[in-house]
């Protein structure tokens, strides 16, 4: 079965970086649409970013210029590269996978999902 498994969430300072990776397994992962979602403490899970099977990004205004996400599909990892990080994106972290999601933003389009890594951001 499909499988997806967050790392690389901790404590980091205001204006810091960190890398969050998610390992899948159990589908044809070069064929997946792969996008990041998070969720604070009592607010919606919101879209952060994705990334096509062939390679294309977009990304939520709020993290745009600060977050990058990539694939290697040889190891059937995605990864999301946050640097400068404000205490507002505090949350938990979580991948999810879809062969064609539609719309790519929302979260109800991804069939398959993490457990989700914390990520907090605090002096």
């Known amino acids: 079965q499909v499988r997806l498994v967050e790392s690389g969430g901790g404590l980091v300072q205001p204006g810091g970086s960190l890398r969050v990776s998610c390992q899948a397994s159990?589908?044809?992962?070069?064929?997946?649409?792969m996008a990041w979602f998070r969720q604070a403490p009592g607010k919606d899970r919101e879209f952060v970013a994705f990334i096509t099977s062939s390679g294309s990004k977009n990304y939520a205004d709020a993290v745009k210029d600060r977050f990058t996400v990539s694939r290697d599909d040889a190891q059937s990892m995605v990864y999301l590269r946050m640097n400068s990080l404000k205490p507002e994106d505090t949350a938990v972290y979580y991948c999810a996978a879809d062969v064609a999601p539609f719309p790519l933003t929302l979260s109800r389009a991804y069939g398959y999902w993490g457990q989700g890594t914390q990520v907090t951001v605090s002096s």
């Open positions: 159990g589908l044809t992962f070069s064929r997946y649409f």
